[in-house]
């Protein structure tokens, strides 16, 4: 999906060095607006299925 390319590609840049470092835990923020879709857990899902892996493998 496009709409998460630019975050995709943040976080395929940045997560290695924060492993490196050794960092204990990393806080992702995701405003929503609300309503019926809850876009934030939806984007909150595709971001761990595409990293939860990256990190500990």
């Known amino acids: 999906?496009?709409?998460?390319?630019?975050h995709r590609q943040?976080?395929?840049k940045w997560l290695p060095y924060h492993r490196d470092d050794?960092?204990?835990y990393l806080t992702i923020s995701i405003?929503?607006?609300?309503g019926r879709r809850h876009r934030s857990v939806y984007i909150a899902k595709?971001?761990?299925e595409r990293f939860?892996?990256?990190v500990n493998g």
């Open 1 to 6: 999906m496009t709409l998460f390319l630019p």
């Open 22 to 24: 050794n960092c204990a």
């Open 10 to 12: 943040y976080l395929s």
């Open 46 to 48: 595709v971001l761990a």
């Open 31 to 34: 405003g929503c607006t609300g």
């Open 52 to 54: 939860v892996h990256k």
